[in-house]
């Protein structure tokens, strides 16, 4: 695996919630910092929210989620969560891993999430 792996997309009504996951490559470290991006059709990719590596606290959110989206991680089993509360039609997007700043190499096929009455 050389890639970000990403899970847990689908389709969710406006307020709803859903997890993503994402499995970090074996090469990145637990000192990595990680973000979860997103590009919706059309739109430039953004940054959604960064997590610190292992012992650093750094938690940094786009201004359009806080409050709604939470990142964590697993250390052991290497796999950052995005839980996002809340959806609007505004966040439907391609979600996607990668180190901050990201690397072209690490890009995964991302979780489509689609938000919809």
């Known amino acids: 695996q050389g890639q970000f792996m990403e899970f847990g997309g689908g389709l969710v009504q406006p307020g709803g919630s859903l997890t993503l996951s994402c499995a970090a490559p074996?090469?990145?470290?637990?000192?990595?910092?990680v973000g979860w991006y997103r590009q919706a059709p059309g739109r430039q990719r953004e940054s959604v929210a960064v997590?610190?590596?292992?012992?650093?606290?750094?938690?940094h959110y786009a201004d359009s989620v806080k409050d709604r989206f939470t990142i964590s991680r697993d250390f052991v089993k290497n796999v950052v969560f995005l839980h996002a509360t809340n959806l609007e039609p505004a966040d439907a997007a391609v979600y996607r891993c990668?180190?901050?700043?990201?690397?072209?190499?690490?890009w995964g096929w991302g979780a489509t999430v689609t938000v919809s009455p």
């Open positions: 990668n180190l901050l700043p990201p690397v072209d190499d690490y």
């Open positions: 074996k090469r990145i470290t637990s000192t990595s910092v």
């Open positions: 997590i610190g590596g292992e012992g650093d606290d750094r938690l």
